[in-house]
């Protein structure tokens, strides 16, 4: 569904931030992204829509070359696949309301009126676990967790193929985020969306992910199926990467995994 094939991202004469990355992501497959910071992670993510232009290589969706993609074919690709960012109060117009956000995503691509595009907003806000009276609101008056499922009814608006999730769940606490990690799972397994899940925290990628890709330094050092990197990192930055997370490995790590679940 989602092909990146030697893609470069430079900025002016500086090293690359992203480096002949080779990525693919199923259709209905999570697959995750895992970094320290500034590994290049999420400007990878950001060269699929556009908003980072790629200096080499090529992107595919669903088989259409996408690559610095213009026009229409930018308006199609951000159609087709979504991104959702780490800080919804900063992506969220704070004059609208959160319903009318949802509907002016979901009316881009929709020739229906006002009575059938607030029936859409309602059911929306009841697939993340919104209760649809809280479309009225605007988005200081909810909590960070209502605020990212928010974020998700808007991407789902567009009706998308790929979701990217760019740290989604970094800043909420880790009861609100087990309910967004489950609200992921259910939406994958009801829709068979396909998602690029970006994140430092390698545990929540156990638990999301089908297979996983970490980079280091602009490149991708090691991928392959999430349970076998997990048992057996083969690189040593994977190595340290799983070692230097207190979650991982026995009574902390199982704990976690019950929080999730």
């Not at 895992?34 to 999420?42: A, D, I, M, R």
């Not at 993510?45 to 090529?58: C, H, K, N, P």
């Not at 790929?162 to 009861?175: R, Y």
Request: aromatic content about 4%; overall charge positive; hydrophobic content about 40%.
């Amino acid at each position: 569904m989602l092909e990146l094939r030697d893609v470069t991202v430079r900025y002016g004469r500086s090293s690359p931030a992203v480096n002949r990355v080779d990525l693919d992501v199923g259709r209905g497959e999570a697959v995750g992204l895992v970094g320290e910071s500034g590994s290049g992670k999420s400007t990878l993510a950001r060269s699929v829509i556009g908003l980072v232009e790629v200096s080499d290589g090529e992107i595919r969706v669903d088989g259409t070359p996408v690559t610095n993609a213009q026009g229409r074919t930018l308006a199609g690709v951000r159609s087709r696949v979504q991104m959702i960012f780490q800080d919804p109060r900063s992506s969220l117009n704070p004059r609208l309301t959160v319903g009318e956000t949802v509907r002016e995503s979901a009316a881009i691509d929709a020739d229906e009126g006002r009575s059938a595009l607030s029936a859409e907003v309602h059911r929306l806000f009841e697939r993340v676990g919104l209760p649809p009276e809280l479309a009225s609101r605007f988005p200081h008056q909810l909590s960070g967790g209502q605020l990212q499922r928010v974020a998700i009814a808007r991407a789902l608006a567009r009706r998308p193929q790929v979701l990217l999730l760019d740290e989604i769940t970094a800043s909420l606490d880790v009861s609100v985020q087990a309910r967004v990690l489950n609200l992921l799972r259910t939406l994958r397994r009801e829709s068979d969306i396909s998602m690029l899940y970006i994140s430092h925290d390698l545990s929540v990628v156990r638990y999301l992910c089908d297979r996983a890709y970490v980079m280091q330094g602009g490149c991708v050092v090691e991928s392959g199926p999430t349970d076998d990197l997990f048992a057996s990192p083969q690189h040593p930055y994977t190595q340290s990467l799983l070692a230097a997370v207190p979650v991982l490995g026995g009574s902390r790590w199982r704990a976690r995994e019950r929080s999730v679940r």
